[in-house]
């Protein structure tokens, strides 16, 4: 199975911050890797597909991209907004078993 | 717009089954792969099983292999999960996934939780 792992698995910002959330896969994964985010009590949200496509609906301040080596891939949140403190994982679908990171909670300062 | 409720989640005894359902609206459900996708009170996510869209083709995790089955019925736009054997490492809120482009994970029902306990 293709193992992720994020880090940090903590991170605490302030309103206004830019955070970097890293995704590492335990094997090449090309571009197939997706974003969530999930607040307490709510089903995931999908933020990006295809390690860098904006799901419709979500805010231009979230990214992702893919270091080019097929297994290192980053989700940034630019001018952290009070609604973005959650958890957020990655997960991929390269192939079966789909799996997920460990997931990196974002909380206020 | 796109709606997945779950339902049929609860209390079981180790050993029993349980059969949850998850009602689709909102798309041509007998054009999308679907999943079930299960989370442990306070871990992280944990694919279970997936189910082509004409119901030819399922996947299924190792640890629920030969456990649960999948299915749907695509002339009532549902999703089902049959579990047998539960163990208390089932214990989970239990979310049916519809997938979209052929991969993208892009709706995620409410969720329906089920705890195994003596």
């Known amino acids: 199975d293709i193992q992720l792992t994020q880090s940090p698995s903590f991170l605490s910002a302030s309103v206004g911050d830019t955070v970097t959330i890293t995704c590492r896969s335990s094997q090449v994964i090309n571009t197939f890797v997706a974003w969530f985010q999930q607040k307490p009590g709510r089903a995931p949200n999908l933020l990006i597909y295809?390690?860098?496509?904006?799901q419709r609906g979500v805010p231009s301040r979230f990214s992702g991209s893919g270091s080019g080596s097929g297994t290192d891939f980053t989700l940034t949140i630019t001018t952290l907004q009070p609604e973005d403190f959650a958890t957020y994982y990655c997960?991929?679908?390269?192939?079966?078993?789909?799996?997920f990171g460990q997931g990196t909670k974002v909380a206020i300062k | 717009q796109v709606q997945l409720v779950e339902s049929g989640g609860g209390v079981v005894q180790p050993g029993r089954s349980l059969r949850l359902s998850c009602a689709a609206s909102?798309?041509?459900?007998?054009?999308?792969?679907m999943h079930w996708v299960r989370q442990s009170p306070d871990k992280g996510l944990d694919w279970v099983a997936v189910?082509?869209?004409?119901?030819?083709?399922?996947n299924y995790a190792d640890s629920v292999k030969g456990r649960f089955t999948i299915s749907r019925d695509n002339s009532k736009n549902t999703l089902y999960l049959q579990m047998n054997s539960l163990r208390g490492d089932d214990t989970a809120v239990y979310y049916c996934?519809?997938?979209?482009?052929?991969?993208?994970?892009?709706?995620w029902g409410q969720g329906t939780p089920v705890t195994v306990s003596p």
């Open positions: 189910i082509w869209y004409d119901g030819s083709n399922e």
């Open positions: 996934v519809k997938e979209n482009h052929g991969v993208w994970f892009d709706a």
């Open positions: 997960q991929q679908l390269y192939n079966y078993p789909r799996t």
């Open positions: 909102g798309f041509t459900f007998n054009t999308f792969a």
């Open positions: 295809a390690a860098s496509a904006l």
